[in-house]
Protein backbone atom coordinates (compact mmCIF):
# COMPACT_ATOMS: atom_id res chain seq x y z
CA UNK A 1 0.00 0.00 0.00
CA UNK A 2 1.43 3.32 -0.92
CA UNK A 3 -1.33 5.99 0.13
CA UNK A 4 -1.43 6.82 3.84
CA UNK A 5 -4.31 9.84 3.75
CA UNK A 6 -7.49 9.59 1.51
CA UNK A 7 -10.55 12.13 1.43
CA UNK A 8 -13.90 10.05 0.97
CA UNK A 9 -17.28 11.51 -0.25
CA UNK A 10 -20.43 10.82 -0.01
CA UNK A 11 -22.61 12.93 -2.90
CA UNK A 12 -25.76 14.69 -2.01
CA UNK A 13 -28.77 12.98 -3.09
CA UNK A 14 -30.66 16.01 -4.28
CA UNK A 15 -33.62 13.78 -5.74
CA UNK A 16 -34.74 13.14 -1.90
CA UNK A 17 -37.25 14.84 0.56
CA UNK A 18 -34.46 15.70 2.94
CA UNK A 19 -30.74 14.15 2.67
CA UNK A 20 -30.34 14.23 6.59
CA UNK A 21 -32.46 11.59 7.97
CA UNK A 22 -30.04 8.27 7.04
CA UNK A 23 -26.22 8.41 6.65
CA UNK A 24 -24.40 6.17 4.23
CA UNK A 25 -23.25 3.44 6.12
CA UNK A 26 -21.19 1.97 3.77
CA UNK A 27 -19.01 4.57 2.83
CA UNK A 28 -18.28 5.00 6.78
CA UNK A 29 -17.52 1.29 7.00
CA UNK A 30 -14.96 1.34 4.79
CA UNK A 31 -13.48 4.65 7.03
CA UNK A 32 -13.62 2.67 9.80
CA UNK A 33 -11.49 -0.55 8.12
CA UNK A 34 -8.84 1.92 6.67
CA UNK A 35 -8.62 3.67 10.02
CA UNK A 36 -7.82 0.36 11.94
CA UNK A 37 -5.15 -0.41 9.53
CA UNK A 38 -3.41 3.32 10.40
CA UNK A 39 -4.80 5.52 7.80
CA UNK A 40 -5.57 9.23 8.21
CA UNK A 41 -9.39 9.40 6.64
CA UNK A 42 -10.86 12.63 6.00
CA UNK A 43 -14.59 12.50 5.35
CA UNK A 44 -16.45 14.90 3.10
CA UNK A 45 -19.96 14.25 3.88
CA UNK A 46 -21.72 16.62 1.20
CA UNK A 47 -25.73 15.09 2.07
CA UNK A 48 -28.06 18.08 1.98
CA UNK A 49 -25.54 20.44 0.81
CA UNK A 50 -26.40 23.16 -1.75
CA UNK A 51 -23.31 23.98 -3.33
CA UNK A 52 -21.46 21.21 -2.91
CA UNK A 53 -18.77 21.35 -6.15
CA UNK A 54 -17.68 24.65 -4.35
CA UNK A 55 -16.96 22.70 -1.14
CA UNK A 56 -14.94 20.03 -3.18
CA UNK A 57 -13.27 23.17 -4.84
CA UNK A 58 -12.26 24.42 -1.86
CA UNK A 59 -10.66 20.95 0.16
CA UNK A 60 -8.92 20.16 -3.24
CA UNK A 61 -7.37 23.19 -3.67
CA UNK A 62 -6.28 23.70 0.71
CA UNK A 63 -5.90 20.21 2.20
CA UNK A 64 -2.93 18.40 0.08
CA UNK A 65 -5.10 15.23 -0.61
CA UNK A 66 -3.88 13.37 -3.53
CA UNK A 67 -6.10 10.16 -3.47
CA UNK A 68 -10.41 10.93 -3.52
CA UNK A 69 -13.03 8.15 -2.99
CA UNK A 70 -16.16 8.26 -4.25
CA UNK A 71 -19.65 6.09 -3.22
CA UNK A 72 -22.84 6.62 -5.16
CA UNK A 73 -26.10 5.08 -5.97
CA UNK A 74 -27.21 5.44 -9.45
CA UNK A 75 -29.58 8.64 -8.53
CA UNK A 76 -26.52 10.27 -6.91
CA UNK A 77 -24.41 9.80 -10.34
CA UNK A 78 -25.27 13.24 -11.76
CA UNK A 79 -23.53 14.80 -8.21
CA UNK A 80 -20.90 12.58 -8.40
CA UNK A 81 -19.41 13.23 -12.02
CA UNK A 82 -19.68 16.58 -10.66
CA UNK A 83 -17.51 16.23 -8.00
CA UNK A 84 -14.49 13.99 -9.83
CA UNK A 85 -14.74 16.86 -12.48
CA UNK A 86 -14.44 19.34 -9.88
CA UNK A 87 -11.58 17.52 -8.13
CA UNK A 88 -10.05 16.40 -11.85
CA UNK A 89 -9.71 20.05 -12.50
CA UNK A 90 -8.01 21.24 -9.83
CA UNK A 91 -5.73 18.59 -9.19
CA UNK A 92 -5.42 16.43 -12.80
CA UNK A 93 -2.84 13.86 -10.83
CA UNK A 94 -5.12 13.43 -7.68
CA UNK A 95 -6.58 9.42 -7.83
CA UNK A 96 -9.78 9.24 -7.86
CA UNK A 97 -11.70 5.93 -6.64
CA UNK A 98 -15.27 5.10 -7.77
CA UNK A 99 -17.32 2.37 -5.26
CA UNK A 100 -20.41 1.81 -4.20
CA UNK A 101 -23.83 0.49 -5.89
CA UNK A 102 -24.04 2.11 -9.17
CA UNK A 103 -20.81 1.02 -10.50
CA UNK A 104 -21.40 -2.65 -8.80
CA UNK A 105 -24.63 -3.04 -10.79
CA UNK A 106 -23.20 -1.36 -14.01
CA UNK A 107 -20.50 -4.24 -13.46
CA UNK A 108 -22.86 -6.68 -12.74
CA UNK A 109 -24.91 -5.69 -15.51
CA UNK A 110 -22.02 -6.00 -18.19
CA UNK A 111 -20.73 -9.46 -17.01
CA UNK A 112 -24.41 -10.56 -17.97
CA UNK A 113 -24.14 -8.88 -21.48
CA UNK A 114 -20.83 -10.59 -22.00
CA UNK A 115 -22.14 -13.96 -20.85
CA UNK A 116 -24.60 -13.29 -23.43
CA UNK A 117 -22.63 -12.01 -25.78
CA UNK A 118 -24.31 -8.97 -27.03
CA UNK A 119 -23.31 -5.42 -27.09
CA UNK A 120 -25.91 -3.74 -25.01
CA UNK A 121 -26.22 -0.35 -22.82
CA UNK A 122 -24.27 -1.64 -19.44
CA UNK A 123 -21.39 -2.12 -22.02
CA UNK A 124 -21.43 1.20 -23.14
CA UNK A 125 -22.39 2.98 -19.38
CA UNK A 126 -19.48 0.42 -17.84
CA UNK A 127 -16.61 2.22 -20.76
CA UNK A 128 -18.02 5.44 -19.86
CA UNK A 129 -17.25 5.33 -16.03
CA UNK A 130 -13.52 3.44 -16.78
CA UNK A 131 -12.69 6.37 -19.08
CA UNK A 132 -13.44 8.84 -16.11
CA UNK A 133 -12.06 7.04 -12.69
CA UNK A 134 -8.77 6.25 -11.80
CA UNK A 135 -10.26 2.73 -10.09
CA UNK A 136 -13.73 1.05 -10.26
CA UNK A 137 -14.26 -0.97 -6.88
CA UNK A 138 -17.39 -3.07 -7.23
CA UNK A 139 -19.24 -5.11 -4.29
CA UNK A 140 -17.97 -5.46 -1.46
CA UNK A 141 -15.71 -2.87 -0.83
CA UNK A 142 -13.97 -3.31 2.86
CA UNK A 143 -11.76 -5.37 2.07
CA UNK A 144 -10.67 -4.44 -1.52
CA UNK A 145 -10.21 -0.14 -0.76
CA UNK A 146 -6.45 -1.96 -0.04
CA UNK A 147 -5.95 -3.19 -3.44
CA UNK A 148 -7.23 0.13 -5.21
CA UNK A 149 -5.17 2.26 -2.93
CA UNK A 150 -1.15 0.26 -3.88
CA UNK A 151 1.37 1.46 -5.76
CA UNK A 152 0.01 -0.01 -8.92
CA UNK A 153 -3.54 1.59 -10.30
CA UNK A 154 -5.81 -1.00 -11.62
CA UNK A 155 -8.88 -0.03 -13.13
CA UNK A 156 -11.33 -2.77 -12.03
CA UNK A 157 -11.30 -4.01 -8.28
CA UNK A 158 -13.86 -6.81 -8.30
CA UNK A 159 -14.91 -8.17 -4.75
CA UNK A 160 -18.59 -8.99 -6.26
CA UNK A 161 -17.25 -12.17 -6.61
CA UNK A 162 -18.15 -14.59 -3.88
CA UNK A 163 -13.96 -16.68 -4.98
CA UNK A 164 -12.72 -13.49 -3.78
CA UNK A 165 -11.13 -12.96 -0.77
CA UNK A 166 -12.40 -9.57 -0.68
CA UNK A 167 -16.05 -10.99 -1.01
CA UNK A 168 -17.47 -10.61 2.92
CA UNK A 169 -18.76 -14.10 4.51
CA UNK A 170 -20.52 -13.86 7.86
CA UNK A 171 -17.34 -14.36 9.84
CA UNK A 172 -15.80 -11.28 7.67
CA UNK A 173 -18.74 -9.41 8.16
CA UNK A 174 -19.27 -10.32 11.87
CA UNK A 175 -15.56 -9.24 12.32
CA UNK A 176 -15.66 -5.75 10.75
CA UNK A 177 -15.07 -2.70 12.80
CA UNK A 178 -18.80 -0.38 13.31
CA UNK A 179 -19.09 2.36 10.70
CA UNK A 180 -16.93 4.96 11.51
CA UNK A 181 -19.60 7.53 12.40
CA UNK A 182 -17.45 10.14 14.27
CA UNK A 183 -16.40 11.26 10.52
CA UNK A 184 -19.86 12.68 9.97
CA UNK A 185 -22.06 14.93 12.14
CA UNK A 186 -24.10 12.73 13.83
CA UNK A 187 -26.07 15.08 15.61
CA UNK A 188 -27.24 17.11 12.30
CA UNK A 189 -29.37 14.00 11.52
CA UNK A 190 -32.88 13.95 12.66
CA UNK A 191 -34.65 10.54 12.46
CA UNK A 192 -37.04 9.68 15.03
CA UNK A 193 -39.17 6.98 15.58
CA UNK A 194 -42.38 7.47 17.23
CA UNK A 195 -40.90 10.99 18.74
CA UNK A 196 -37.80 9.14 20.10
CA UNK A 197 -33.94 9.97 17.91
CA UNK A 198 -33.03 7.39 15.87
CA UNK A 199 -30.18 6.21 14.36
CA UNK A 200 -29.30 3.99 10.93
CA UNK A 201 -27.74 0.66 11.27
CA UNK A 202 -27.74 -2.44 8.84
CA UNK A 203 -27.56 -6.16 10.83
CA UNK A 204 -27.73 -8.06 7.40
CA UNK A 205 -26.37 -7.95 3.75
CA UNK A 206 -28.63 -8.88 0.70
CA UNK A 207 -31.90 -10.22 -0.76
CA UNK A 208 -32.43 -13.50 -2.39
CA UNK A 209 -35.62 -12.74 -4.74
CA UNK A 210 -36.05 -11.44 -8.06
CA UNK A 211 -38.00 -8.76 -8.15
CA UNK A 212 -37.97 -6.95 -11.56
CA UNK A 213 -37.48 -3.64 -10.61
CA UNK A 214 -35.30 -4.23 -7.51
CA UNK A 215 -31.10 -3.25 -8.17
CA UNK A 216 -28.57 -6.34 -7.88
CA UNK A 217 -30.08 -9.32 -8.91
CA UNK A 218 -27.81 -10.79 -10.98
CA UNK A 219 -24.75 -9.47 -8.04
CA UNK A 220 -23.65 -11.81 -5.22
CA UNK A 221 -23.28 -8.29 -3.39
CA UNK A 222 -26.44 -7.80 -3.16
CA UNK A 223 -28.30 -10.94 -3.97
CA UNK A 224 -26.71 -13.20 -0.85
CA UNK A 225 -27.62 -13.22 2.36
CA UNK A 226 -24.55 -12.33 4.21
CA UNK A 227 -25.14 -12.24 8.22
CA UNK A 228 -23.40 -11.04 11.39
CA UNK A 229 -24.71 -13.00 14.41
CA UNK A 230 -27.39 -12.00 16.68
CA UNK A 231 -24.15 -11.02 19.40
CA UNK A 232 -22.75 -8.64 16.99
CA UNK A 233 -25.66 -6.93 15.71
CA UNK A 234 -26.81 -6.21 19.58
CA UNK A 235 -23.28 -5.07 20.67
CA UNK A 236 -23.83 -2.18 17.72
CA UNK A 237 -26.98 -0.84 18.91
CA UNK A 238 -25.81 -0.47 22.23
CA UNK A 239 -22.69 1.17 21.12
CA UNK A 240 -24.56 3.61 19.30
CA UNK A 241 -27.00 4.39 22.72
CA UNK A 242 -24.01 4.29 24.79
CA UNK A 243 -21.92 6.69 22.05
CA UNK A 244 -24.97 8.97 20.90
CA UNK A 245 -27.71 8.30 23.36
CA UNK A 246 -29.78 7.26 20.84
CA UNK A 247 -32.61 5.04 21.95
CA UNK A 248 -33.98 4.47 18.59
CA UNK A 249 -33.00 2.07 15.55
CA UNK A 250 -33.43 2.31 11.89
CA UNK A 251 -32.48 -1.48 11.09
CA UNK A 252 -31.92 -0.05 6.84
CA UNK A 253 -31.54 -4.59 5.62
CA UNK A 254 -33.50 -5.08 2.88
CA UNK A 255 -35.75 -7.81 4.37
CA UNK A 256 -35.25 -9.01 8.23
CA UNK A 257 -37.31 -11.91 8.38
CA UNK A 258 -35.33 -13.25 5.48
CA UNK A 259 -33.52 -14.83 8.56
CA UNK A 260 -33.99 -17.33 9.95
CA UNK A 261 -32.92 -16.25 13.11
CA UNK A 262 -35.45 -13.37 13.60
CA UNK A 263 -36.87 -14.20 16.49
CA UNK A 264 -33.51 -14.88 18.31
CA UNK A 265 -32.24 -11.55 17.47
CA UNK A 266 -35.57 -9.55 18.58
CA UNK A 267 -35.56 -11.67 21.93
CA UNK A 268 -32.05 -10.72 22.34
CA UNK A 269 -32.94 -7.08 21.94
CA UNK A 270 -35.37 -7.10 24.22
CA UNK A 271 -33.27 -8.84 26.65
CA UNK A 272 -30.34 -5.86 26.63
CA UNK A 273 -32.98 -3.29 26.65
CA UNK A 274 -34.06 -4.90 29.98
CA UNK A 275 -30.79 -5.39 31.27
CA UNK A 276 -29.99 -1.28 30.07
CA UNK A 277 -32.88 -0.80 32.23
CA UNK A 278 -33.94 1.50 28.64
CA UNK A 279 -37.11 1.05 26.02
CA UNK A 280 -36.12 0.93 22.43
CA UNK A 281 -37.91 2.35 19.56
CA UNK A 282 -37.16 -0.21 16.14
CA UNK A 283 -37.83 0.05 12.73
CA UNK A 284 -37.16 -1.74 9.69
CA UNK A 285 -38.44 -3.57 6.72
CA UNK A 286 -40.61 -6.89 6.28
CA UNK A 287 -41.15 -9.49 3.57
CA UNK A 288 -45.02 -10.07 3.67
CA UNK A 289 -45.04 -13.57 2.44
CA UNK A 290 -42.79 -14.17 4.90
CA UNK A 291 -43.93 -12.56 7.93
CA UNK A 292 -45.70 -14.21 10.84
CA UNK A 293 -47.59 -14.09 14.52
CA UNK A 294 -44.33 -15.18 16.18
CA UNK A 295 -42.52 -12.47 14.28
CA UNK A 296 -44.28 -9.62 14.73
CA UNK A 297 -45.13 -10.99 18.73
CA UNK A 298 -41.27 -10.53 18.98
CA UNK A 299 -40.67 -7.46 17.19
CA UNK A 300 -42.88 -5.54 19.36
CA UNK A 301 -41.58 -6.94 22.35
CA UNK A 302 -38.08 -5.93 21.22
CA UNK A 303 -39.48 -2.36 20.72
CA UNK A 304 -40.77 -2.40 16.76
CA UNK A 305 -44.01 -0.12 16.17
CA UNK A 306 -43.20 0.48 12.96
CA UNK A 307 -42.50 -1.70 10.08
CA UNK A 308 -41.95 -1.11 6.12
CA UNK A 309 -43.37 -3.42 3.58
CA UNK A 310 -42.67 -2.83 -0.24
CA UNK A 311 -46.19 -4.47 -1.28
CA UNK A 312 -45.45 -2.44 -4.78
CA UNK A 313 -49.08 -3.17 -6.15
CA UNK A 314 -52.99 -4.01 -5.30
CA UNK A 315 -53.36 -5.86 -8.55
CA UNK A 316 -52.91 -9.82 -8.85
CA UNK A 317 -51.40 -9.66 -12.73
CA UNK A 318 -48.72 -7.24 -11.75
CA UNK A 319 -47.24 -8.58 -8.41
CA UNK A 320 -46.94 -12.01 -10.48
CA UNK A 321 -45.21 -9.59 -13.76
CA UNK A 322 -43.06 -7.82 -11.04
CA UNK A 323 -42.22 -11.36 -9.84
CA UNK A 324 -42.95 -10.57 -6.03
CA UNK A 325 -44.00 -13.86 -4.97
CA UNK A 326 -46.47 -12.29 -2.85
CA UNK A 327 -49.71 -12.28 -3.59
CA UNK A 328 -52.84 -10.11 -3.22
CA UNK A 329 -53.65 -12.65 0.08
CA UNK A 330 -49.96 -12.46 1.18
CA UNK A 331 -49.96 -8.75 1.56
CA UNK A 332 -53.43 -8.69 2.97
CA UNK A 333 -52.77 -11.20 5.75
CA UNK A 334 -49.08 -9.13 6.72
CA UNK A 335 -51.59 -6.08 7.39
CA UNK A 336 -53.82 -8.28 9.37
CA UNK A 337 -50.45 -9.75 11.10
CA UNK A 338 -49.30 -6.44 11.77
CA UNK A 339 -52.24 -5.02 13.04
CA UNK A 340 -53.24 -7.88 15.33
CA UNK A 341 -49.75 -7.05 17.03
CA UNK A 342 -50.34 -3.42 17.32
CA UNK A 343 -47.46 -2.86 14.45
CA UNK A 344 -47.94 0.06 12.58
CA UNK A 345 -47.27 -0.14 8.83
CA UNK A 346 -46.21 1.78 6.23
CA UNK A 347 -46.89 0.42 2.65
CA UNK A 348 -44.05 1.52 0.20
CA UNK A 349 -46.28 1.25 -3.44
CA UNK A 350 -44.90 1.76 -7.36
CA UNK A 351 -46.63 1.95 -10.07
CA UNK A 352 -45.13 1.37 -14.05
CA UNK A 353 -44.42 -2.42 -13.92
CA UNK A 354 -44.71 -4.18 -17.21
CA UNK A 355 -48.66 -4.18 -18.02
CA UNK A 356 -49.52 -1.25 -16.06
CA UNK A 357 -52.93 0.69 -16.93
CA UNK A 358 -55.23 2.84 -15.43
CA UNK A 359 -57.35 -0.11 -14.51
CA UNK A 360 -54.30 -1.53 -12.40
CA UNK A 361 -53.47 1.67 -10.67
CA UNK A 362 -56.89 1.92 -9.59
CA UNK A 363 -56.59 -1.63 -8.02
CA UNK A 364 -53.57 -0.69 -6.28
CA UNK A 365 -55.64 2.77 -4.79
CA UNK A 366 -58.88 0.38 -3.65
CA UNK A 367 -56.93 -2.03 -1.96
CA UNK A 368 -54.71 0.59 0.34
CA UNK A 369 -58.21 1.99 0.83
CA UNK A 370 -59.32 -1.34 2.18
CA UNK A 371 -56.16 -2.56 4.26
CA UNK A 372 -55.42 1.07 5.37
CA UNK A 373 -51.89 1.39 6.39
CA UNK A 374 -50.83 3.78 8.55
CA UNK A 375 -48.41 5.66 6.07
CA UNK A 376 -47.72 4.80 2.67
CA UNK A 377 -45.65 5.95 -0.50
CA UNK A 378 -46.09 5.84 -4.10
CA UNK A 379 -43.24 6.46 -6.99
CA UNK A 380 -42.93 5.45 -10.62
CA UNK A 381 -40.57 2.76 -11.02
CA UNK A 382 -37.00 3.59 -13.01
CA UNK A 383 -35.11 0.76 -14.55
CA UNK A 384 -31.93 0.88 -13.05
CA UNK A 385 -28.45 -0.76 -13.87
CA UNK A 386 -28.50 -4.14 -12.25
CA UNK A 387 -32.39 -4.92 -12.18
CA UNK A 388 -34.20 -7.34 -14.99
CA UNK A 389 -36.29 -4.58 -16.41
CA UNK A 390 -32.76 -3.49 -17.38
CA UNK A 391 -30.55 -6.41 -17.51
CA UNK A 392 -32.84 -8.27 -19.84
CA UNK A 393 -34.53 -5.37 -21.84
CA UNK A 394 -33.95 -5.24 -26.16
CA UNK A 395 -33.55 -2.47 -27.80
CA UNK A 396 -36.80 -1.98 -29.83
CA UNK A 397 -36.38 1.48 -31.26
CA UNK A 398 -33.60 3.79 -31.09
CA UNK A 399 -32.88 4.71 -27.58
CA UNK A 400 -36.25 2.67 -26.16
CA UNK A 401 -35.34 -0.57 -24.06
CA UNK A 402 -38.08 -3.04 -23.97
CA UNK A 403 -38.43 -5.61 -21.05
CA UNK A 404 -40.82 -8.47 -21.75
CA UNK A 405 -42.49 -10.55 -18.78
CA UNK A 406 -42.37 -14.44 -20.20
CA UNK A 407 -45.15 -15.42 -17.89
CA UNK A 408 -48.08 -13.02 -19.40
CA UNK A 409 -45.98 -11.03 -22.17
CA UNK A 410 -46.81 -7.89 -20.35
CA UNK A 411 -44.03 -5.22 -21.55
CA UNK A 412 -42.02 -2.19 -19.91
CA UNK A 413 -40.65 0.35 -22.09
CA UNK A 414 -37.70 3.03 -21.11
CA UNK A 415 -35.63 5.10 -22.74
CA UNK A 416 -32.03 5.53 -22.67
CA UNK A 417 -30.66 7.47 -19.66
CA UNK A 418 -26.70 8.71 -19.09
CA UNK A 419 -26.76 7.76 -15.53
CA UNK A 420 -23.81 10.47 -14.95
CA UNK A 421 -25.48 13.27 -16.49
CA UNK A 422 -29.12 12.61 -15.67
CA UNK A 423 -31.21 13.08 -12.20
CA UNK A 424 -34.39 13.68 -13.39
CA UNK A 425 -35.55 10.29 -14.08
CA UNK A 426 -35.61 9.79 -10.40
CA UNK A 427 -37.75 11.99 -7.92
CA UNK A 428 -38.94 12.01 -4.21
CA UNK A 429 -40.95 15.07 -4.49
CA UNK A 430 -44.01 15.02 -4.79
CA UNK A 431 -45.15 17.08 -8.21
CA UNK A 432 -41.92 16.79 -9.42
CA UNK A 433 -41.69 13.39 -10.79
CA UNK A 434 -40.84 12.23 -13.54
CA UNK A 435 -41.16 9.31 -15.70
CA UNK A 436 -38.82 7.80 -17.98
CA UNK A 437 -40.96 4.75 -18.79
CA UNK A 438 -44.07 3.97 -20.42
CA UNK A 439 -46.16 0.82 -20.71
CA UNK A 440 -48.40 -0.56 -23.89
CA UNK A 441 -51.82 1.35 -21.69
CA UNK A 442 -49.89 4.25 -20.01
CA UNK A 443 -47.30 6.68 -21.37
CA UNK A 444 -44.77 8.58 -19.21
CA UNK A 445 -47.07 11.59 -18.73
CA UNK A 446 -50.29 9.46 -17.78
CA UNK A 447 -48.19 7.20 -15.26
CA UNK A 448 -46.77 10.56 -13.17
CA UNK A 449 -50.72 12.03 -13.21
CA UNK A 450 -52.25 8.68 -12.22
CA UNK A 451 -49.25 8.39 -9.56
CA UNK A 452 -49.73 12.06 -8.04
CA UNK A 453 -53.96 10.87 -8.40
CA UNK A 454 -53.31 8.17 -6.41
CA UNK A 455 -51.06 9.53 -4.11
CA UNK A 456 -53.50 12.36 -3.37
CA UNK A 457 -56.40 10.30 -3.38
CA UNK A 458 -55.56 7.79 -0.34
CA UNK A 459 -53.72 10.28 1.40
CA UNK A 460 -56.97 12.28 1.48
CA UNK A 461 -59.29 9.33 2.44
CA UNK A 462 -56.95 7.98 5.21
CA UNK A 463 -56.17 11.17 6.77
CA UNK A 464 -52.59 10.66 5.88
CA UNK A 465 -50.62 14.03 5.51
CA UNK A 466 -48.03 14.78 3.05
CA UNK A 467 -44.18 14.38 3.84
CA UNK A 468 -42.90 17.49 3.82
CA UNK A 469 -39.03 18.68 3.43
CA UNK A 470 -36.34 20.27 5.35
CA UNK A 471 -34.24 23.01 3.79
CA UNK A 472 -30.89 21.99 1.58
CA UNK A 473 -27.48 23.48 3.88
CA UNK A 474 -25.32 26.18 2.21
CA UNK A 475 -21.93 25.79 2.79
CA UNK A 476 -20.41 29.49 3.38
CA UNK A 477 -16.54 29.67 3.99
CA UNK A 478 -15.81 33.51 5.73
CA UNK A 479 -13.87 35.91 3.61
CA UNK A 480 -12.77 33.31 0.70
CA UNK A 481 -10.57 31.50 3.03
CA UNK A 482 -11.67 28.28 2.26
CA UNK A 483 -12.12 26.66 5.57
CA UNK A 484 -14.55 23.79 5.63
CA UNK A 485 -17.03 23.55 8.53
CA UNK A 486 -16.80 20.62 10.80
CA UNK A 487 -20.48 19.66 10.19
CA UNK A 488 -18.94 18.77 6.81
CA UNK A 489 -15.57 18.06 6.52
CA UNK A 490 -14.32 15.60 9.31
CA UNK A 491 -11.43 13.63 9.51
CA UNK A 492 -9.57 11.48 11.71
CA UNK A 493 -7.41 12.15 15.23
CA UNK A 494 -4.35 10.79 16.24
CA UNK A 495 -6.46 9.63 18.94
CA UNK A 496 -8.52 7.14 17.46
CA UNK A 497 -5.48 6.23 15.01
CA UNK A 498 -3.76 5.52 17.92
CA UNK A 499 -6.75 2.84 19.31
CA UNK A 500 -7.37 1.55 16.17
Known amino acids: MIIKRICLITPPSVF ?5 VFMTLGVLKVAAVLEQAGLEVEMLDLSGV ?9 HVRTSGVTCYGLTATTPQMPAATKIYKTIRA ?15 LIHAAYKYEQKRRIAGRAATAYRLLQEMFDVLVVGDAELAV ?13 ADDPKSDYFLNNQKLTELPFPARHLVDVSSYHY ?8 SMIAQLGCPFGCGFCGGRMSPFLRRVRMRTSENIVKELVHLYQTYGVTGFMLYDDELNVSPKIVELMNLIAKTQKDLGMEFRLRGFIK ?4 TDQQAEAMYKAGFRWILIGFESGHERILTNIQKKASQADNTRAMEIAKRHNLKVKALMSVGHPGESEETIKATRDWLLAVKPDDFDATVITTYPGTPYFDEAVETKPGVWTYTYPKTGDQLHSLEVDYREVAEYYKGIPGEYTSYVHTDYLSSDELVKLRDWLEADVREKLGIPYNTAAPA ?5 SMGQGIIPPNILRSSTSASLKSA
Open 90 to 104: CNPKARIILGGPHVT
Open 288 to 291: AELF
Open 50 to 58: ENYEEVVRD
Open 16 to 20: LLDER
Open 192 to 199: TIDGVRAL
Open 146 to 158: FEALGKTTPKLVD
Open 473 to 477: VRYEH
